[in-house]
């Protein structure tokens, strides 16, 4: 048994054994082009013989930031330690990058990854809400709506954020789909320039429409009070646009969650994890 980086050739060998990891499926075979053509990316596969067993994918969001992603072991070799061997030939080339923390998240009902990671001496660093928001699906409210934010929002957005409730309890990360990193400055110049730096009377957030009816989100500034309004200006903006669905990543804090659940969105609790390579 030894731990290589991934071909392009191993790719109907993982499909093959991981297609049926979820109820829906799986996203990793689909995924592995695209970490192979990333250079920040590096892909490892398990193999034993001729047999690939394992595969998991380390990443470097930032210059000293790595994220570990996709790990999935073959339902005929788990229980061997595989995973825990792959994360840590992960977590060695990320401390060849110049990384100084590596993080990774699991859905907390997924107890048996909970129990490996922080078996390897991962901590629980924070919680993040999932939840998705249906716009078509609710009737129409007398919301402000979204408008693009200037950049001259940037200073007051950010020093809203960075000395919140969100920004605290999230460790100063921003959610990028599934990918967590520390936020900066430059997330919301970037943002602006690209046209998903939203405002309203209720606040900021970062939106980008990531399907032709799908958009995400990762980091919004609000308050207590004014994030259920917000959120109703993001569902009325969706609604204006055709968007069937906005997926939104946050940090679990109790009155996010129930302004979540005030529009109609249940959130799922994702853990996020790191450790030092």
Known sequence: MEVREARAEDIPLVAAWTKDTFDW????????????????????????????????????????????????????????GIGSLMNRAGLDWAASQGARVARLATEEENTGA?????????????TWAYAELAPMQRSPLAATGLQPAP???IDAAWMSWISGDLSRTGREMIALGWRWRTATPDDLRTAVSEQRFWQSPSGWVILAQTERTVATS???????DAAPDL???????????GLEEVSLRVPWTPWMVEALARVGADSEPIRVYSIRP
């Open 218 to 224: 990762g980091w919004l500034a609000t308050t207590p």
């Open 231 to 241: 959120l109703e200006d993001i569902i009325t903006t969706a609604r204006e646009t």
């Open 25 to 80: 499926g799986d996203y990793v075979a689909d995924r592995i082009p695209v970490w192979l053509d990333e250079p920040e990316s590096h892909t490892l596969v398990c193999v034993e013989g001729d047999d690939v067993i394992g595969i998991a994918n380390t990443v470097m969001l930032s210059p000293g930031e790595a994220w570990l992603e996709g790990a999935r072991v073959h339902p005929d070799h788990r229980r061997r």
């Open 151 to 153: 950049s001259a929002d």
């Open 114 to 126: 909970r129990r490996q990671v922080e078996s390897m001496g991962y901590r629980h660093t924070s």
